[in-house]
């Protein structure tokens, strides 16, 4: 319940080496300007292990807001119930997120209603869930900009809605993508239902599932345009 008339709604940080978050409970917190929850500028290493949160923002652009970063990790933690996308990453070096729920986050952003990405050099997404979620613009579940390696192995995509492409998924100008062992369900969108790539030089996409994703436009279970 805490309140930022600008950013940060719990924690603020700049120009630092390493912060933590282990096992740790986040509910309704706000920041006005930016970052509901975690703001970090210029930082190191960021490690979310074992962390909930829980109803936090309304007012900023994401819960956890870290630009200009080595390392971030996200493991065994949950993003639920939320009126504002869970995390907005930029220019970054590499993004480990393994174990993690991003559910029921509607959000008013244009882009990633469980992450936005932009300008991350390594993604590495594992086993993480992405469940009714909604964006106003693209990537209802997740949206990766600009990386040079993104993988995402053994993940579900089920029930999220994007007014613009990407219901479940939206992937821009990725110079290698490999995309394994995922299912995408039920995702809405106008083009690429269940999964939107736009620009890759390299692309795999190997033993996933379709099921049910639906578009206004084309491209229901995936669309790709290079």
Do not use: P
């Not at 709604?9 to 740790?24: D, M, P």
């Amino acid at each position: 319940n805490n309140l930022a008339a600008e950013h940060g709604g719990a924690v603020f940080c700049s120009s630092i080496t390493s912060v933590e978050s282990l096992y740790s409970n986040f509910k309704r917190n706000r920041a006005i300007k930016g970052g509901s929850v975690i703001r970090l500028y210029i930082v190191e290493f960021f490690t979310c292990i074992n962390s909930t949160f829980i109803k936090n923002g309304e007012d900023s652009d994401a819960i956890l807001w870290i630009h200009k970063f080595s390392l971030v990790q996200i493991i065994n933690s949950i993003f639920q119930k939320h009126q504002i996308s869970a995390m907005d990453l930029q220019e970054g070096k590499m993004l480990i997120i393994f174990r993690t729920i991003f559910a029921k986050l509607n959000s008013k952003a244009n882009y990633g209603g469980g992450i936005y990405t932009d300008k991350c050099e390594f993604i590495r997404v594992n086993s993480c869930y992405f469940m009714g979620n909604t964006i106003h613009n693209k990537g209802g579940g997740a949206l990766i900009l600009d990386s040079t390696s993104c993988i995402i192995i053994s993940s579900v995509f089920d029930g999220n809605n994007a007014k613009g492409n990407g219901g479940g998924l939206y992937i821009g100008s990725v110079e290698t993508l490999y995309i394994q062992n995922c299912s995408f369900i039920k995702n809405q969108g106008a083009c690429g239902g269940g999964l939107h790539i736009w620009h890759a030089n390299y692309s795999v996409v190997i033993r996933n599932k379709f099921v049910q994703n639906s578009v206004t436009d084309n491209g229901a279970a995936l669309y790709i345009y290079s």
